[in-house]
């Protein structure tokens, strides 16, 4: 059973930052590229960052670039999302999800496996 647990989401103020985690459990990691999406109130999901099957090669979508980094650990199956200078309009539920493509993608249909979604709430 493929999970996929999301973890350090909270309340911050504008222009803290805040670092979320996922752990995979029930595929191969090293064979998998990881996706972060959110979800503001109201609106559609959108692509934040992504990292292909080995590192390096990430993505971001153009309004976080700068401010937020995306790192995996293969030995302890995990990605991560560094969230620095974080603004009000970013409040959402944070995704990561899993895929099977080698190359970070920012389609979300490209995407198998999917996280419960972590809080992030930035306070002006």
């Known amino acids: 059973q493929v999970q996929l647990v999301e973890s350090g989401g909270g309340l911050v103020q504008a222009g803290g930052s805040l670092r979320l985690s996922c752990v995979v459990s029930?595929?191969?990691?090293?064979?998998?590229?990881m996706g972060w999406f959110r979800q503001a109130p109201g609106k559609e999901r959108e692509f934040v960052a992504a990292v292909g099957w080995s590192g390096g090669r990430e993505i971001f979508t153009d309004s976080v670039k700068g401010r937020f980094t995306i790192s995996r650990d293969n030995g302890k199956n995990t990605v991560y999302l560094q969230m620095n200078r974080l603004q009000p309009e970013e409040k959402a539920i944070y995704y990561c999800?899993?895929?099977?493509?080698?190359?970070?993608?920012?389609?979300?249909?490209?995407?198998?496996?999917w996280g419960q979604g972590a809080q992030v709430t930035v306070s002006s």
């Open positions: 999800a899993a895929s099977w493509v080698r190359i970070a993608s920012p389609d979300s249909t490209q995407y198998d496996d």
């Open positions: 029930g595929r191969t990691f090293s064979r998998t590229s």
